[in-house]
C-alpha cells in the first residue's frame, strides 16, 4: 500500500516540500505520496490527528506549528528536545508520535558536506535567536567549532540561547565551542569565519543590523533564507567582500533528506534535487 505523508503549515502554498520528496521518492523507487496540509491556526492538534487517523506516517512541520509540534509529539528525539520545535513527525509503530528536528542538521550537511565548509577551530556568528536558531545550536557545537557567538535584536533572547548552549557544553563535555550571546552592537571589531543569518528579516527584504567589519577576510555567509531572488543578506555578504555567499535552498533539500531517511531509511541523493530547483526544472515534466 503506497505510504502517505505530508507538510503542514499556514501558509503552505509555496511550499518546495512536495517536490523535494517526490523527486526522493522517484529517485529511491519509493512508493509514497507526499502532499500539503494547510493547517488551522486554532487547532494544530486536529488537523495532524486527522492525517494520521486517515493512514497518515509522517508530517513535516513549518511555520508556525514547530512549537506546537514539539508539544504534541508523545516522546522526542535528544536534537529535538534541545531545539524546542519539531519539524518532523513520524508515527511509531504502536500509533504514537516522535518529533525530530532536522533542520540543524540540514545546514551543517548543505555547509560541510555540499560546499566543504571546515567547521573545526572556526568563529563562527549566528544572527537570530528564534526558533531556527534554537535548531541550530547542538548540531553546530558538536561539529567542533571554536567559538559561537550569537547576536540578536532582542539581546535577552541571545543571552538565554548562549546559557544554553554552554550548558550543553558542560553536559557533553565539549572543550571546544565557547558560547557567547549578546545584542547586535556589541559586535563592532570581532571577525567571524562564517556569518550565519538566522533572522526572519528578509522576509521583507531587511537586514539584521550588523557592524562593518565583522567578517573576517575570507569568511563565508550563509542566509537561512532562499528564494528566486537573491536576498538582502545574500546582498550584504557580496558586499562585506566574502569568499562564499550562500542561501538556504541547500539546507531546505538536506533538511528533508534527513527526514526522509527517518521515515524510509533510505538516503536520498540531494545534489540533483537542490540543482533542479536552482533551475527550475524539477517539478517539470521530462523533456520529450
Ligand atoms: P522566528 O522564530 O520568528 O525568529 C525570528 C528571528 O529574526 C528573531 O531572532 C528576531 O529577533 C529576528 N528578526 C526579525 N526581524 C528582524 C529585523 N528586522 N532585524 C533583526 N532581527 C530580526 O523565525 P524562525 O523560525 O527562527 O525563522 C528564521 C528564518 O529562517 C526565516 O527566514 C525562515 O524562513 C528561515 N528558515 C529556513 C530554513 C531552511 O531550511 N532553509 C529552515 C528554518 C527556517 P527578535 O528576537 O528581536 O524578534
Known sequence: MTDRYAVIGNPIAHSKSPLIHAAFARATGQDLTYGRILGDLADFGGAVRRFLDSGGQGLNVTVPFKEQAWELADELSPRATI?????????LPDGRLRGDNTDGIGLVRDLGGNHGFVFPGRRLLLVGAGGAAKGLLEPLLETGIAELVIANRTTGRAL?????GEKLRAEQGWEWGKVRGGGLEELEGDGFDLIINATSAGLDGALPELPEGCLAPGGWTYDLLYGDRVTAFCRWGQDQGAAR???G?????EQAAEAF??????RPDTAPVIA???DGTLGLPAAP
Open 83 to 91: 531545539a524546542g520545535a519539531v519539524n518532523t513527525l513520524t508515527r
Open 160 to 164: 538565554a540561547l548562549a546559557t544554553l
Open 245 to 247: 555567499v550562500l542561501d
Open 249 to 253: 535552498l541547500g539546507m531546505l533539500v
Open 261 to 266: 531517511w527517518l521515515w524510509r531509511a533510505v
Open 276 to 278: 533542479g530547483l536552482r
